[in-house]
């Protein structure tokens, strides 16, 4: 099964590079095919679970890790660590951006849920990581192959420097953290706000 998610995970990867070389030059309809895709996955999680407390987590998780993806770029792209092409003057992160994260993000978690459940925390936490850095190595190196955007910072790997790939893949254990702080907390509310919620 983890080969599989993987297998599906480096596709889905390498079909959303595929999709930004395709149409990042039209920004707007590549955030809008993003957005239309993130908010399938959530309506499908809710259909599936029969149940609103999934998809209503799996959204704010979507959500977080995109406003969290757009301050990071805008930190990044305001100190001249890379920059985007082909914007228009005065915008520094595309409006596809944030999306991109959350879709990121949510690739992979389903990576992270498939992982053995024998593994230690520590071997979790470790394997995590390393797929933190691979997946955005795959995908962005290709972006950056074709001009999307480029790096200024030194030591790179295929046009991608490891510090961008260790901070990427930090952010991506934060995000996981986030999830699972928000599956905790929200069956720690109180009854009648978490039947309101789901169905327990």
Same mark, same amino acid.
């Given at each position: 099964?983890?080969?599989? %998610?993987?297998?599906?995970?480096?596709?889905?990867?390498?079909?959303?590079?595929?999709?930004?070389?395709?149409?990042?030059?039209? +920004?707007?309809?590549?955030?809008?095919?993003?957005?239309?895709?993130?908010? *399938?996955?959530?309506?499908?999680?809710?259909?599936?679970? #029969?149940?609103?407390?999934? @998809?209503?987590? +799996? =959204?704010?998780?979507?959500?977080?890790?995109?406003?969290?993806?757009?301050?990071?770029?805008?930190? $990044?792209?305001?100190?001249?660590?890379?920059?985007?092409?082909?914007?228009? !003057?005065?915008?520094?992160? !595309?409006?596809?951006?944030?999306?991109?994260?959350? &879709?990121?993000?949510?690739?992979?978690? +389903?990576?992270? %849920?498939?992982?053995?459940?024998?593994?230690? !925390?520590?071997?979790?936490?470790?394997? @995590?990581?390393?797929?933190?850095?691979?997946?955005?190595?795959? $995908?962005?190196?290709?972006?950056?192959?074709?001009?999307?955007?480029?790096?200024?910072?030194?030591? +790179?790997?295929?046009?991608?420097?490891? @510090? =961008?790939? &260790?901070?990427?893949?930090? =952010?991506?254990?934060?995000?996981?953290?986030? #999830?699972?702080?928000? *599956?905790?907390?929200? #069956?720690?509310? !109180?009854?009648?706000?978490?039947?309101?919620? @789901?169905?327990?």
């Amino acid at each position: 099964m983890l080969l599989h %998610k993987l297998l599906s995970v480096v596709g889905l990867t390498g079909a959303g590079a595929g999709l930004v070389m395709a149409t990042y030059r039209h +920004q707007e309809l590549l955030a809008a095919i993003l957005a239309v895709l993130l908010a *399938a996955y959530v309506v499908r999680t809710g259909v599936k679970s #029969r149940a609103a407390r999934p @998809a209503l987590e +799996q =959204a704010f998780v979507i959500v977080t890790t995109g406003v969290i993806g757009y301050l990071t770029e805008s930190w $990044g792209t305001m100190l001249g660590h890379w920059t985007y092409h082909d914007l228009p !003057p005065g915008q520094h992160v !595309p409006l596809w951006v944030p999306l991109a994260w959350s &879709a990121a993000g949510e690739l992979l978690h +389903q990576i992270e %849920k498939a992982l053995p459940p024998t593994l230690s !925390p520590l071997k979790r936490i470790g394997a @995590a990581y390393a797929l933190g850095m691979a997946l955005p190595l795959f $995908g962005e190196s290709l972006c950056v192959a074709f001009g999307v955007w480029t790096y200024a910072w030194p030591v +790179q790997i295929l046009g991608i420097p490891l @510090a =961008a790939l &260790a901070l990427i893949s930090y =952010a991506h254990l934060t995000f996981g953290c986030i #999830r699972a702080g928000v *599956a905790r907390s929200s #069956r720690a509310l !109180p009854v009648p706000i978490r039947a309101s919620c @789901a169905n327990d």
